[in-house]
């Protein structure tokens, strides 16, 4: 992972800009990717004729049915990682009797899972298992320096509120908790995949301890990731227009680029039949994130595939993860679909680049 730009990071982008262009170029190639490497096994499908959207669905959506284990009904709003060849996930598992919890996943593709029936066991710094937490949910996966970094909605213990739970694994086998990052309400704690000017970043969305109906985007810096301070406004809710003027909340770890930190969140609009949550794109500054560069007006994509209209709540897309071929640009980008079903969205880096600077109202 990279600090700054080193001679080694400035070695290993040329690296990629050759092998960019040996690649197949895309409509509106624009930028470089760092801090990713090439990924030609992932998911992948080409952009359907005659779609006029940035991104499209895969045909074969859903990837995770309904009750994907005995003891789950619905596994959405997950993540998932590169990991010794094949692909490792953190999901959240709504069990039967409604309550969230994290389980984790192995594929060799990263579309055919293999789940743990039982959630993930976390311990504390001395291997002693935590108590379990009422509720654990919608997890981001990201590796930093060569450690494995899980953060979710965590139940504050003791006291049935919801604020961001933070992990460290090395091998995916042993979860060490790390302290609170948050007092409630915060949900969406998403790190960025680097340290920023010698520390960690955490996107997060604090809020209320309901249904919340409000929601902005902010950042927090921490040096050792236990005192999380210097808390920054990136954006508020609405800028865009209606379809995110109830509550907005970062989506998957972000991608950095020559062009800006590549952010895809979650977008709410409130109507007279309930909630819909789209997802879009923001460019932010890769030096200052606090900063806006560009953020789009509309979203790219909204409810509108059954499994996104029709489930356990209905007209819900909610991003958590992406995979990302840095020859190509190519991006899968994995949603919680209707608080039922995993599905998977594909578009390219570099498109979504020009399509947010070209959809961006300064
Ligand atoms: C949000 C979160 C998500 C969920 C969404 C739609 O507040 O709880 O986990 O997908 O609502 O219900």
Same mark, same amino acid.
């Given at each position: 992972m990279l600090n700054s730009e080193t001679n080694e990071e400035r070695a290993s982008a040329e690296k990629k800009i050759a092998a960019q262009k040996s690649a197949p170029k895309t409509e509106g190639s624009n930028g470089r990717i760092f801090g990713l490497s090439a990924l030609p096994n992932m998911p992948w499908e080409d952009k359907p004729a005659g779609c006029t959207r940035p991104i499209w669905r895969y045909s074969a959506n859903p990837v995770i049915d309904r009750n994907p284990l005995p003891n789950v009904a619905r596994a959405f709003n997950s993540a998932v990682i590169p990991y010794g060849g094949g692909y490792v996930g953190v999901f959240r598992m709504d069990h039967h009797n409604c309550m969230p919890h994290l389980h984790f996943g192995t594929s060799p593709d990263a579309l055919n899972w293999t789940f743990n029936e039982e959630p993930i066991q976390f311990v504390d710094e001395d291997g002693r298992p935590m108590p379990k937490a009422e509720f654990t949910y919608d997890p981001r996966v990201l590796e930093i320096d060569g450690i494995y970094y899980i953060s979710w909605c965590n139940e504050f213990p003791g006291t049935m509120s919801p604020t961001i739970g933070l992990a460290m694994t090395e091998d995916f086998e042993t979860f060490v908790q790390l302290e609170n990052a948050?007092?409630?309400?915060?949900?969406?704690?998403?790190?960025?995949?680097?340290?920023?000017?010698?520390?960690?970043?955490?996107?997060?969305?604090?809020?209320?301890?309901?249904?919340?109906?409000?929601?902005?985007?902010?950042?927090?810096?921490?040096? +050792? /990731? %236990?005192? @999380?301070?210097?808390?920054?406004?990136?954006?508020?809710?609405?800028?865009?227009?209606?379809?995110?003027?109830?509550?907005?909340?970062?989506?998957?770890?972000?991608?950095?680029?020559?062009?800006?930190?590549?952010?895809?969140?979650?977008a709410v609009s409130n109507t007279c039949n309930g909630l819909i949550y789209s997802m879009s794109t923001v460019l932010l500054d890769r030096d200052d994130p606090a900063k806006v560069l560009y953020r789009a007006n509309q979203p790219m994509l909204s409810p509108e595939a059954p499994y996104e209209t029709t489930g356990f709540t209905p007209n819900v897309i909610f991003p958590c993860a992406t995979l990302c071929d840095a020859d190509t640009g190519r991006l899968a980008i994995y949603c919680g679909a209707a608080d039922t079903f995993t599905?998977?969205?594909?578009?390219?880096?570099? +498109? /979504? %680049?020009? @399509?947010t600077k070209a959809n961006s109202d300064g």
């Open positions: 948050f007092l409630p309400f915060n949900r969406n704690g998403v790190l960025f995949p680097r340290k920023i000017n010698g520390e960690f970043v955490m996107l997060n969305r604090p809020s209320d301890n309901g249904h919340t109906p409000f929601g902005d985007i902010y950042l927090s810096h921490s040096k +050792d /990731l %236990i005192y @999380w301070g210097k808390h920054r406004l990136v954006m508020k809710r609405g800028a865009g227009g209606w379809w995110e003027n109830t509550k907005i909340g970062p989506g998957p770890v972000p991608i950095e680029t020559s062009e800006g930190w590549l952010v895809i969140y979650h599905s998977l969205a594909f578009g390219n880096v570099y +498109d /979504l %680049i020009a @399509w």
